[in-house]
């Protein structure tokens, strides 16, 4: 029995969907890398300098290179790309442009150029740059300097120090300071890691002492004349210290956590293996130290920074040294 519900009711018929297919061909049509246009490869003999045969070889491996990643080349091509190779010793610039763009990259050596074309084709089908997070860069292709980048080098420094320090707000304590850390030094900048960066308090009485500082402190530094044998400089950056200081008068304080580290001073030798300072630290605590009193339930707070003056000697090496690449 045939249905007798009108067109009305059963709604109107869906819209044809041609239009939205023409659409999506042509955005995939237009994309860069997508098009399987047929490509041909030439050298730009004006300007490159490798020799005939390594010329014929190079234009070979090429047109092999764009083959692997699905580019089909014909004599009637539709898309050229040209390539030079420039020598300076025994590296080879290659400076590769077409349709899609220019690249350039660098191998090593000769037999580098392999990887070197990869990376470029890959690098304009797929329209990003050649970097170590590219997708132009696999396992397979990876170069010696990429493998070995260059970076600048930097000293590194193990030291201690000695000298006399303070603690203040707690009836102005002082005496011997030390502490031990680790630099790691640029010209202009070094990251110092120190630990154990106290002051022995000696109160005025026999029963009076205690120490105050910081357990650890990260720090970063800045040298006023980086290049010079020997250069002011100063820094900051946060540690973890605490306070306990004891009074013959039954006067307890007590306190630790986070702490704001300044310092300033004066580093020689910056050229040697041996280094020398004399710096002063000032450490101001984040928190309040408690002072409980012997004759007094009552419990008080006070905030007690911590002052250092001291001479420290490094030692170390640089390591700044020279890598040949094979």
Request: some cysteine.
């Amino acid at each position: 029995m045939q249905s007798l519900t009108p067109a009305s009711v059963r709604g109107p018929r869906p819209a044809p969907r041609r239009p939205l297919l023409f659409a999506l061909t042509a955005v995939l049509t237009s994309a860069p890398g997508l098009v399987q246009a047929d490509v041909c490869v030439q050298i730009d003999a004006s300007k490159d300098t490798l020799a005939e045969a390594d010329r014929r070889g190079a234009e070979l491996m090429l047109e092999q290179t764009f083959r692997n990643l699905g580019a089909p080349l014909g004599p009637n091509c539709t898309e050229s790309y040209s390539v030079y190779h420039v020598g300076l010793g025994q590296s080879v610039n290659v400076f590769l442009q077409g349709p899609l763009g220019n690249r350039q990259g660098q191998a090593s050596r000769l037999e580098e150029l392999p990887a070197v074309y990869d990376q470029l084709v890959r690098s304009l089908t797929t329209g990003a740059p050649v970097s170590p997070l590219s997708p132009a860069v696999t396992r397979h292709n990876v170069t010696a300097a990429q493998v070995a980048p260059r970076r600048i080098e930097a000293d590194s420094v193990w030291y201690a120090r000695l000298g006399y320090g303070a603690s203040l707000g707690t009836g102005s304590t002082s005496g011997p300071a030390f502490g031990f850390g680790y630099r790691y030094e640029l010209d202009q900048i070094a990251v110092d890691f120190s630990f154990l960066n106290f002051v022995l308090d000696q109160g005025n009485g026999d029963g009076d002492g205690g120490v105050s500082g910081s357990w650890i402190k990260l720090m970063g530094h800045y040298f006023l004349n980086p290049l010079a044998n020997g250069s002011s400089y100063v820094g900051a950056g946060v540690g973890w210290g605490a306070t306990v200081l004891v009074s013959d008068l039954g006067d307890d304080y007590t306190g630790s956590g986070l702490q704001g580290e300044l310092t300033a001073g004066y580093e020689f030798l910056r050229a040697s293996s041996i280094r020398m300072f004399t710096q002063l630290d000032v450490s101001l605590p984040f928190y309040l130290v408690d002072r409980f009193a012997f004759d007094s339930v009552e419990r008080d707070t006070a905030w007690a920074p911590t002052v250092a003056l001291s001479l420290g000697i490094g030692w170390g090496r640089g390591l700044t040294r020279v890598q040949v690449i094979q």
